[in-house]
T-cell receptor, first 114, second 112 residues
Framework: KAGVTQTPRYLIKTRGQQVTLSCSPI?????VSWYQQTPGQGLQFLFE???????NKGNFPGRFSGRQFSNSRSEMNVSTLELGDSALYLC?????????????FGPGTRLTVT | GDSVTQMEGPVTLSEEAFLTINCTYT??????LFWYVQYPGEGLQLLLK?????GKGSNKGFEATYRKETTSFHLEKGSVQVSDSAVYFC???????????FGQGTRLTINP
């Protein structure tokens, strides 16, 4: 079974621009979660989508948004980029139901804002 | 809210040494507990999990036991290898929750 894929792997953007990151989950998984990883804040939860609906949201400003398509693929968008948005963005896929499901992570997208 | 605390790193050991990385958590009810590993330049890989009190997760020689009474989920390995060098994250998913809450990570370096 193919794993979680994320595109692009690396991005360099300028402050004020916007960016869209993509995540394709494992086949059959209906849940996609997004996390931000930085050296200072560690791993922080952004949001989770299940069957095209945002089911849970972390404590990030409205500049961070996402969506999920009918094939479970997900995108996240960051508008009006700030220097502090430089991070590794990880997506994780899971079944999303049941008591003990695991989340499987993709390789991440490294975003650098200059 | 839910939280996870890991022992601070970095941790440096010699090959074949015994490894313990401490992890304690704060959560209501019975969360699911996980250890993830991150190699340089990669995403997180699920190493092991335990979903009920006194449950034990194990994989690739690593073990961790879900201790409800001490709210702990310490990671252990009897004999580490150079290839175990990575950053290890303890995480929990609260009962009925969808998101993972991570500890700050522990960087492990194994010297030959």
């Amino acid at each position: 079974k193919a794993g979680v894929t994320q595109t692009p792997r690396y991005l360099i953007k300028t402050r004020g621009q916007q960016v869209t990151l993509s995540c394709s989950p494992i086949s059959g998984h209906r849940s996609v979660s997004w996390y931000q990883q930085t050296p200072g804040q560690g791993l922080q939860f952004l949001f989770e989508y299940f069957s095209e609906t945002q089911r849970n949201k972390g404590n990030f400003p409205g500049r961070f948004s996402g969506r999920q398509f009918s094939n479970s693929r997900s995108e996240m968008n960051v508008s009006t980029l700030e220097l502090g948005d430089s991070a590794l963005y990880l997506c994780a896929s899971s079944l999303g139901t049941g008591e003990s499901y695991e989340q499987y992570f993709g390789p991440g997208t490294r975003l650098t804002v200059t | 809210g839910d939280s996870v605390t890991q022992m601070e790193g970095p941790v440096t050991l010699s090959e074949e040494a015994f490894l313990t990385i401490n992890c304690t958590y704060t959560a209501t009810g019975y969360p699911s507990l996980f250890w993830y590993v991150q190699y340089p330049g990669e995403g997180l890989q699920l190493l092991l999990k335990a979903t009920k009190a006194d449950g034990k997760g194990s994989n690739k020689g690593f073990e961790a036991t879900y201790r409800k009474e001490t709210t702990s989920f310490h990671l252990e390995k009897g004999s580490v290898q150079v290839s175990d060098s990575a950053v290890y994250f303890c995480a929990l998913r609260g009962q009925g929750a969808q998101k993972l809450v991570f500890g700050q990570g522990t960087r492990l370096t194994i010297n030959p």
